[in-house]
């Protein structure tokens, strides 16, 4: 009741803002080297390691049921975004699809162009967390991912891997590439894991 007439004073939006967190409006690009363009029907999402080994096509992942969700993103950058619409396949809807082998507790996510992040398996299927094609209700940028990224809405958005192309499936958790540049292992905004001797 009380919250239908009094704003939380103190900046956070009602616990909303993780610490450090300045809010924008814009949708600032973060890309580390070039940008690759895929076609829609070049993508493929291979998945190996401990799990049996299959891929996904284009045609595969738009045959799924699609699910659109709204939430807030955060950037390591300090920006956070409030209500960004994202529409593709959960990453629980996929995972139907995927056979693991004993032992798997984490995923390499790969990306065209070389780019990865770990996941443990927790943070990996999430009913939020999908395999989107499209933002805001149109066709998602190649900039911001384009044709299809993953958004991982609860960890800093590094974790959200633009252009997938692959899940490897782990027996322990290991550094992607941000990781291994100083990043937080798991990178939770709301506890500032931002680098990696926080
Ligand atoms: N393949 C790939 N995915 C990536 C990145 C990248 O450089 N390459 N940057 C990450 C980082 S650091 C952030 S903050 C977000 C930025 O997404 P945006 O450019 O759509 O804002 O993508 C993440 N995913
Ligand atoms: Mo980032």
Redesign the pocket.
Same mark, same amino acid.
């Given at each position: 009741m009380l919250g239908k007439f009094f704003k939380k004073p103190d900046g956070d939006m009602g616990g909303r803002v993780p610490p450090g967190q300045a809010l924008t409006t814009r949708?600032?690009?973060?890309? &580390?080297?070039p940008t690759p363009r895929i076609e829609p029907n070049n993508v493929e999402i291979r998945v190996w390691g401990l799990a049996e080994e299959t891929r996904f096509t284009w045609d595969d992942l738009m045959a799924m049921p699609q699910t659109t969700h709204t939430y807030d993103i955060h950037?390591?950058?300090h920006w956070s975004k409030f209500d960004t619409a994202w529409t593709g396949v959960t990453v629980p809807e996929l995972m139907k699809r995927v056979t693991l082998k004993p032992g798997a507790t984490h995923v390499m996510i790969h990306?065209y162009?070389g &780019?990865t992040t770990n996941l443990s398996l927790e943070d990996f299927v999430r009913d939020l967390n999908l395999l989107a094609h499209t933002f805001d209700g149109a066709p998602l940028e190649t900039?911001?991912?384009g044709p299809m990224?993953l958004v991982v809405p609860h960890l800093y958005?590094?974790k959200?891997?633009?252009?997938i192309s692959g899940l490897e499936f782990m027996p322990h958790d290991e550094p992607g590439f941000?990781e291994r540049n100083g990043y937080h292992l798991r990178g939770d905004p709301f506890k500032e894991e931002r680098y990696d001797d926080d």
């Open positions: 949708f600032p690009v973060l890309t &580390y080297g950037c390591v950058t990306s162009g &780019y900039d911001h991912g990224r958005f590094w959200s891997a633009k252009w941000w």
